[in-house]
């Protein structure tokens, strides 16, 4: 009984340490790369030297479509 105390003891703290370890090297890392590269969500920039014109055409007017039921 006392082998396995002594045997597992310094693996777990060893795992405890380790686990703590990569998971605040792992959120330092990804601050960093959120810091260095940031997400940015939207309509994409235009490559350089393209017209500057409005993005989309404007739209054709919508018209009512027919009701089926007036033919009845």
């Given at each position: 009984m006392?082998?396995?105390i002594v045997i597992c003891l310094p693996l777990i703290f060893f795992c405890i340490l380790l686990g703590a370890g990569c998971f605040f090297f792992g959120r330092a890392k990804?601050?960093?790369d959120f810091r260095?590269?940031?997400q940015v969500y939207?309509?994409?920039a235009p490559p350089p030297g393209a017209a500057?014109?409005?993005a989309f055409p404007p739209?054709?007017?919508h018209a009512?479509?027919?009701d089926n039921l007036s033919s009845a």
């Open positions: 006392g082998m396995v990804g601050r960093q260095a590269n940031p939207g309509v994409p500057a014109t409005t739209s054709p007017p009512k479509a027919p």
